[in-house]
């Protein structure tokens, strides 16, 4: 069973900047994160394959920056300019495809005045 842990997640203001990270029990070929708002779908925001290939959602293109280190089996997301539709709880997720099949708890990042 794959374990997944996150850690980053906070509250920031607008146009602030926060760093999420989520080690794994192992690595797998595909890491990321996901995240869910209150009364909406969990959306993937970014993912990462362990040859660097990466997939964003739009809405966070320029904005988000997915890294990972293989050999910690760790994966970052650096979040800048952050805004108030960012908040969200935010999911590691690790898996063969970016359709993931373990999860970590989840962080809360909130983004308000």
């Known amino acids: 069973q794959v374990q997944l842990v996150e850690s980053g997640g906070g509250l920031v203001q607008p146009g602030g900047s926060l760093r999420l990270s989520c080690v794994g029990s192992q690595n797998i070929y595909v890491m990321g994160w996901y995240r869910q708002a209150p009364g909406k779908q969990r959306e993937l925001v970014a993912v990462v394959s362990s040859g660097g290939n990466t997939i964003y959602a739009d809405s966070v293109k320029g904005r988000f920056t997915i890294s990972r280190d293989n050999a910690k089996n760790t994966v970052y997301l650096q979040m800048d300019s952050l805004k108030s539709v960012d908040t969200a709880v935010y999911y590691c997720?690790?898996?063969?495809?970016?359709?993931?099949?373990?999860w970590g708890q989840g962080t809360q990042v909130t983004v308000s005045e």
């Open positions: 997720g690790a898996g063969v495809t970016y359709r993931f099949a373990y």
